[in-house]
């Protein structure tokens, strides 16, 4: 089985999210950052959840977390995002990754020891290929 977690908010997030949901938003939306959490199992046993999350609630409830390969964030912040990927990073996660639109921040992601930080533009929507390559 595989762990997907795709946490964040913003622009960018609620693109992703849309692109799930057939353009429809979970009811928390909006108040709290987000997570999308999909397990792959073999055949159809797939199983996706949207939830609120935070950091506070991550870092209290880390043995929870373990069982993530990929984790995707999109922060809304640089300290937000920094916070995220320094505790998956101290968890062992195996793949991190970060959608940002700071250019700025890439480098800054990768020192922090981001797998891959892509880049894009404010207003991009095309956030397909994520939704695709995690159900495939």
Partial sequence: MKHYLVMGKGEAFTSFV??????????????????????????????????PISFDECYR???SLLLYHSVYIFPDEWAEG??????????G???????????????????????????SQPGYKGYGWLAEQMSG
Avoid: Y
């Fill in 82 to 91: 920094r916070d995220f990927v320094t505790l998956f990073k101290q968890l």
């Fill in 93 to 119: 996660t195996c793949r991190i990754f970060v959608m940002t639109q700071e250019h700025r921040n890439a480098m800054l992601f990768k020192a922090l020891g981001t797998n891959h930080v892509i880049v």
């Fill in 61 to 63: 409830d880390q043995e």
């Fill in 18 to 51: 849309q692109t799930l949901c057939c353009d429809s938003l979970p009811a928390f939306w909006g108040r709290n950052p987000g997570a999308f959490s999909l397990t792959a199992g073999p055949g159809d046993k797939t199983i996706q959840r949207f939830l």
